[in-house]
């Protein structure tokens, strides 16, 4: 079997092209949906995801704001800075870029954002309020990945679903998510005993891992949907060492699952598309 490709590029600018109509009908009514994007120091790839959101943003004719801070900003001074964005009128989204420099609490940074304001959806409000199964803001990969399976006709109802990765930022939203789907959930992480024995059960495997090709064609099922929520380079020791790769090796993979997502053009240009989509929520619901 060689899996159908679920084409995460492909259906964020679908989505891109709908949220663009509706940041237009919201301006037209005076109200432009408004990110405010916080780098705190110059981690390489932190650059890129922040450089390709607020582009995004444009794109969909938003107003956005990157704020880009020395990586010697204290905490006090963040919080100053997201004090005034709370308090910004033409600011609907805040968004602090993971991971912060260590010397920074992150969690109260992320409480800090004014919950109505956390298109992240990291506030320990809103992720209260998704685990009541009544969400505020969906975090955008997990959120994502959810369209994907829907676009790709992927049912859930009673499936076995296992995540690997227990992250506040993905594995436990996504897990949260498929339950409230139907789904009976798995979540593996780095202390779990034998792994492969839970991936080959799942029906739906989420792979947020980190690591580099980590879930290879023999620890799937025959005909599961994989999803790949990881974003490495190729390491060294290997031919096309570089290059960008998922936590699924792809090649092996692709020959027992039904479906999956490559990397790039998976679940990445999903994250952004919904972080978009929280924005135009944030500001539709000022405006209403
Ligand atoms: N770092 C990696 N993913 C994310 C994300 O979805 N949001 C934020 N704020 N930081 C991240």
Do not use: W
């Amino acid at each position: 079997m060689t899996a159908k490709i679920l084409d995460g590029a492909a259906l964020a600018q679908e989505l891109r092209a709908g949220f663009k109509l509706r940041a237009e009908a919201l301006a037209a009514q005076g109200t432009r949906p408004g990110l405010a994007v916080v780098l705190v120091g110059e981690d390489p790839a932190s650059q890129v995801y922040v450089r390709n959101k607020v582009n995004a943003c444009a794109q969909a004719g938003f107003h956005s704001e990157k704020i880009v801070l020395p990586v010697e900003t204290t905490a006090a001074d963040l919080l100053e800075r997201i004090a005034a964005l709370n308090a910004d009128p033409a600011i609907h989204g805040i968004l602090v870029q993971l991971p912060l420099p260590k010397h920074i609490d992150a969690d109260a940074v992320l409480e800090a954002i004014a919950p109505e304001k956390d298109v992240d959806g990291f506030h320990a409000e809103n992720l209260g309020a998704l685990t009541q199964g009544k969400p505020r803001f969906i975090p955008c990969t997990p959120h994502g990945v959810m369209k994907l399976l829907e676009k790709g006709d992927v049912s859930l109802k009673g499936q076995e679903a296992v995540v690997i990765g227990r992250s506040n930022i993905v594995g436990k939203p996504m897990a949260l998510l498929l339950l409230a789907a139907g789904a009976t959930v798995t979540v593996c992480h780095s202390q779990t005993r034998d792994l492969a024995f839970h991936t080959r059960r799942a029906d739906i495997l989420v792979a947020a891992v980190g690591r580099p090709r980590f879930v290879t064609g023999d620890m799937i099922k025959p005909g599961a949907v994989v999803i790949d929520v990881g974003i490495n380079r190729v390491p060294e020791d290997q031919p096309d060492a570089g290059k960008l790769c998922g936590d699924v090796d792809f090649a092996s993979a692709r020959e027992v699952a039904s479906a999956i997502t490559p990397v790039p053009g998976g679940v990445g240009p999903m994250t952004i598309a919904m972080l978009l989509a929280n924005t135009l929520l944030a500001a539709e619901r000022v405006a209403a």
